[in-house]
């Protein structure tokens, strides 16, 4: 069974351009969540889709925001980058429920912002 | 805001050592999940646990629940040089804004 893939791994962008980032999640999962992962604040939460509707947010602005698809790919946009935003995104696909169903990490999406 | 502190925040041990990280929270959690992360990959769950004072063993790892629900440990017995990575708890609080809570992870490194 093929993992959680998401692509692309790397990106590097400038300030004030904006980046989509895009999540496969296992077949048969219908929930995807998004994390932002940096050495200073750890993983965070940004937002957790289920059948194409947000389900669940964390605190980021409204800088962030995703879709999901009815195959339950998802996409994670980020406009207005700003070199905060350089970290490691990384996506999680689970069944349905992400605390009593396992979460599927992917290797995540590198972004460099310069 | 529900935090998670994880302490230590890095660890370098020999081969065969025991060690033991924590997680704390001044917050109750409804179920506390366990994560390892290799560089360049994402975090694998390890374990979870969901009632207090609950003991989970995974082979050299055992995983306690605080009776409170606001703190967990993971015990490595007999470390070995796969155990390396960030070891990362994250706690599910179900407050206003529904959200897993992930603290900043212990580095371990164990040498061969």
């Known amino acids: 069974k093929a993992g959680v893939t998401q692509t692309p791994r790397y990106l590097i962008k400038t300030r004030g351009q904006q980046v989509t980032l895009s999540c496969s999640p296992i077949s048969g999962h219908r929930s995807v969540s998004w994390y932002q992962q940096t050495p200073g604040q750890g993983l965070q939460f940004l937002f957790e889709y289920f059948s194409e509707t947000q389900r669940n947010k964390g605190n980021f602005p409204g800088r962030f925001s995703g879709r999901q698809f009815s195959n339950s790919r998802s996409e994670m946009n980020v406009s207005t980058l700003e070199l905060g935003d350089s970290a490691l995104y990384l996506c999680a696909s689970s069944l349905g429920n992400i605390f009593t169903d396992t979460q599927y990490f992917g290797p995540g999406t590198r972004l460099t912002v310069l | ?112």
């Open chain 2, 1 to 112: 805001t529900q935090l998670l502190e994880q302490s230590p925040q890095f660890l370098s041990i020999q081969e065969g050592e025991n060690l033991t990280v924590y997680c704390n929270s001044s917050s109750v959690f409804s179920s506390l999940q366990w994560y390892r992360q290799e560089p360049g990959e994402g975090p694998v769950l390890l374990v979870t646990v969901v009632t207090g004072g609950e003991v989970k063993k995974l082979k050299r790892l055992t995983f306690q629940f605080g009776d409170a629900r606001k703190d967990s440990s993971l015990h490595i017995t007999a470390a070995q040089p796969g155990d390396t990575g960030l070891y990362l708890c994250a706690g599910e609080y179900r407050g206003s804004n529904y959200k897993l809570t992930f603290g900043k992870g212990t580095l371990l490194t164990v040498n061969p």
